[in-house]
């Protein structure tokens, strides 16, 4: 459980750190209008496996609890 937590987190690293490179690279100071639209969705994005990872926990934790 703790090394896939820490595998999500080290691959949204990678992700964040590699769109800032292209951001420098390319010199995209301004988003566009498509970009704003996804990053508001993307922020919602984020929880979704999240909560998808504690509810698989929460029924494994329980289905152990009851053997």
């Not at 691959?11 to 301004?30: D, G, M």
């Not at 988003?31 to 504690?54: C, D, F, K, R, Y």
């Not at 029924?59 to 053997?67: C, E, I, L, W, Y």
Request: net charge positive; hydrophobic share 50%.
């Amino acid at each position: 459980m703790g090394r896939s937590i820490l595998r999500y987190f080290v691959t949204l690293a990678v992700t964040i750190v590699t769109n800032w490179l292209f951001s420098l690279i390319l010199r995209q100071e301004i988003p566009t209008t498509l970009m704003v639209e996804n990053s508001q969705v993307s922020a919602v994005a984020v929880i979704l496996p999240l909560a998808g990872g504690a509810a698989s926990w929460g029924a494994q934790f329980s289905s152990v609890r009851t053997k």
